[in-house]
C-alpha cells in the first residue's frame, strides 16, 4: 500500500468496483474493503439489472414511469433520466467483460419481468446475477495496474484538508495505517445491519454513511428504508434469505396461514405490487388473522423449470428442508434496501468537496420513497461511473501537490467494549421502526440510541472493527429516527 493516492475507494461492490475500472493508467486508486472483497450486498443480487435493451417491446418512458410510480413520485427526475438512458450501455458494458447473462434461444439477453415493471427488462444471470458481476469486476480490476486492492482493510476515520483526505485504515492485523488521498469515493453500501432481521450483508451497517456525516456532508432520507415482502422466514437467522421478486414475477402466489390467495384483497396489482405495498399487505393481513405464518408457492409450476430458474433458491431452501416444486417456502417481510443516503448530485458529488458516494450509500433521488426493484444496481453502475469519470476530469486540470509529511499511524488501543450496545440497537430499530412503524415508540428509542452514541463516542474504546459498527449503527438509527420523529411532531 502506497501513502498517497488520488483516489480512495471506499467498498468493492459493485459500486466501488466498476468506479476503479474508469479511471485512466495516470491516476492512482486505492480500493479497500472491510471484509472479503466478495461479502457485500452486490454478490447477493438474485434477480437482475433493469435496462431498456428490447426497444421493440420497451423504451425509456415507460422505464421512468415504473420507477416513478414504485417512488410514489418523490424521486429526483432528472436523475431517473440518466439512470435510464445511461444504463443500458453499462449493463452491455458488463456483457462485454464477461459477466455471463442468461441468453434466450437465439443468443439474445433474456429478459425477465420483477414487480413494478410493466415491460420485461431484467437481465440477469440465473438467480446469482450479483455474484456473477462482482467476480467479473474483481477479476478486472486485478488486471488494472493503477489499481491497488486491499481486503480486510476497514476505514474507521476520514479527516480532510484542502489538497484531500487523511484515512484511517483499520489493517487486518489490527494496526492502523493513515493513508491520504486526494479524491474519496465511498461506495461502502447500506444499513441492514441496524435491523434484527435483514437480507443485507454482515458488512452493511452503516460506515460510509457515518463517516460523511461526521465530515459534515448532507445526509437525505435515511428514514426511507424498503422492507422486502419475501425473505425466506428461519426462526433465528439475523441474514434472512431472499427469495427473489422474480419468483412472483414467474407466477409464484402468495398465501396467508389459511392458505388462501389473500394479495389482491390489498392492490389490484396483487403479488405483483411494489414491494412496499406487499410487505404492508402481509402485516396488514397477519393482523387481521392473527398469525405471522405465510407462503410463497410456486408448486403448481414445472419443477424442472423452477429448478432451472432458481437453483440457488432451490438449493437454499433445500437446505433449510424446503423442496420449493412441492412444498410452500414460509416467507416473512425484513429489512432490504435503503433509498436515503448520503446525498449527491447527478456526478455522485455530496456536499464536500473531493467527496463522491455512489451505490446504497447515497442518495441520488432515482428511488424516491421506494425503489423499484433491479434499479439498485444500475444506479451503482451509473453513478460510480459519473464520480469517477468526473474525478478523472477534474486531476486533469488540476494541479494536486504532493501531501508531504503526516503521521501514518496511530495508537488505536483503549477500553473494551461492553456487550450490547449493537443489540440493544436493533432491537429499537425493529420494535418502532419496521413495515408499519409505531410513532409512540419513536421518542423514547431516540432517547436511549443518543445515550448510546455519546456513551461510544465519548467512551475512549479501542478502535477495532467492533467499535467502528457500534458507532455506524448508534449513528444511523439517530439520524434515521430524528427524521422519523419530525415527521410525526410536523403532523
Ligand atoms: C439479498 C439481496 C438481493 C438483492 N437483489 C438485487 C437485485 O436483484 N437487483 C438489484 O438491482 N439490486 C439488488 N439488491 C440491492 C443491491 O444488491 C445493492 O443495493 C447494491 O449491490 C449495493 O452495491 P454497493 O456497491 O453500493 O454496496 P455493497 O455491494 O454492499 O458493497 C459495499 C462495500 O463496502 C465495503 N465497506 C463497508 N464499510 C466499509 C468500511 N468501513 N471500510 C472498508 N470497506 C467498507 C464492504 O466491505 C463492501 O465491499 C439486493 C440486495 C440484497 C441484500
Redesign the pocket.
Known amino acids: 500500500m502506497k501513502k498517497e493516492y488520488d483516489v480512495l475507494i471506499?467498498?468493492?461492490?459493485?459500486?466501488?468496483?466498476y468506479a476503479a475500472l474508469q479511471f485512466p493508467e495516470e491516476v492512482s486508486v486505492l480500493v479497500?474493503?472491510?471484509?472479503e472483497?466478495t461479502?457485500?450486498?452486490?454478490?447477493?443480487?438474485?434477480?437482475?439489472?433493469?435496462a431498456v435493451l428490447d426497444k421493440d417491446n420497451d423504451n425509456f418512458k415507460l422505464h421512468i414511469a415504473d420507477t416513478l410510480i414504485a417512488g410514489k413520485y418523490k424521486n429526483n427526475l432528472e436523475a431517473i433520466e440518466v439512470l435510464v438512458s445511461e444504463g443500458p450501455k453499462d449493463v452491455l458494458k458488463l456483457k462485454e467483460m464477461g459477466v455471463a447473462f442468461d441468453l434466450d434461444e437465439r443468443g439474445r439477453l433474456q429478459m425477465t419481468l420483477e414487480a413494478g415493471h410493466s415491460r420485461h427488462r431484467?437481465v440477469?444471470h440465473k438467480d446469482s446475477?450479483?455474484r456473477a458481476i462482482?467476480d467479473v469486476l474483481i477479476e478486472q480490476v486485478k488486471t488494472h495496474k493503477n489499481v491497488d486492492i486491499y481486503d480486510s482493510?476497514?476505514?474507521?476515520k476520514l479527516d480532510r484538508n484542502e489538497k484531500g483526505f487523511y484515512a484511517g485504515l483499520l489493517l487486518p492485523d489490527g494496526t492502523s495505517r493513515i493513508i491520504a488521498a486526494h479524491y474519496c469515493i465511498l461506495?461502502?453500501?447500506?444499513i441492514?445491519r441496524v435491523y434484527q432481521y435483514?437480507?443485507?450483508?454482515a458488512?452493511?451497517?452503516g460506515?460510509?454513511i457515518t463517516?460523511a456525516f461526521m465530515l459534515g456532508a448532507r445526509i437525505k432520507h435515511l428514514s426511507r428504508i424498503q422492507f422486502h415482502p419475501t425473505a425466506f422466514a428461519a426462526e433465528n437467522d439475523r441474514e434472512r434469505?431472499?427469495i427473489?421478486?422474480a419468483v412472483r414475477g414467474e407466477g409464484a402466489v402468495l398465501l396467508n396461514c389459511d392458505g388462501e390467495r389473500f394479495a389482491f384483497k390489498y392492490d389490484e396489482r396483487g403479488e405483483l405490487a411494489p414491494r412496499d405495498v406487499v410487505s404492508n399487505a402481509i402485516m396488514l393481513e397477519s393482523q387481521a388473522k392473527g398469525n405471522e405464518k405465510f407462503y410463497l408457492d410456486i408448486t403448481h409450476k414445472d419443477p424442472e423449470f423452477v429448478r432451472k430458474r432458481f437453483p440457488m433458491i432451490y438449493e437454499k431452501c433445500l437446505e433449510e428442508n424446503i423442496d420449493i416444486t412441492k412444498q410452500w417456502i414460509p416467507v416473512f417481510p425484513c429489512q432490504?434496501?435503503l433509498m436515503g443516503g448520503i446525498d449527491v448530485d447527478l456526478y455522485a458529488r455530496t456536499t464536500v468537496d473531493r467527496l463522491y458516494a455512489?451505490?446504497?450509500?447515497?442518495h441520488t433521488g432515482v428511488h424516491g420513497a421506494n425503489r423499484l426493484?433491479?434499479?439498485?444496481?444500475?444506479?451503482?453502475l451509473v453513478f460510480?461511473r459519473r464520480a469517477a469519470n468526473d474525478i478523472t476530469a477534474k486531476l486533469r486540470t488540476e494541479d494536486n501537490t504532493p501531501f508531504g509529511t503526516f503521521t501514518e499511524h496511530e495508537d488505536l488501543s483503549g477500553h473494551t467494549l461492553p456487550h450490547g450496545f449493537r443489540t440493544e440497537i436493533r432491537k429499537l430499530m425493529q420494535d418502532c421502526y419496521f413495515v408499519i412503524p409505531k410513532p409512540e415508540l419513536i421518542p423514547d428509542s431516540l432517547k436511549r440510541a443518543k445515550e448510546i452514541l455519546t456513551d461510544l463516542t465519548g467512551g475512549e474504546y479501542t478502535i477495532d472493527q467492533s467499535f467502528?459498527e457500534a458507532r455506524?449503527l448508534a449513528t444511523v438509527a439517530c439520524i434515521v429516527l430524528e427524521e422519523v420523529k419530525k415527521k410525526y411532531d410536523a403532523q
Open positions: 471506499v467498498g468493492s461492490g459493485a459500486a466501488g468496483l479497500i474493503s472491510k471484509r472483497l461479502l457485500s450486498n452486490s454478490s447477493l443480487a438474485q434477480g437482475g439489472v433493469a431484467i440477469h446475477t450479483g462482482v482493510t476497514m476505514l474507521y461506495a461502502s453500501g447500506g441492514g435483514t437480507t443485507n450483508s458488512i452493511a451497517t460506515d460510509g463517516l434469505f431472499l427473489s421478486e432490504h434496501y455512489a451505490g446504497e450509500c447515497s426493484a433491479s434499479n439498485s444496481l444500475l444506479e451503482a460510480s467502528v455506524s
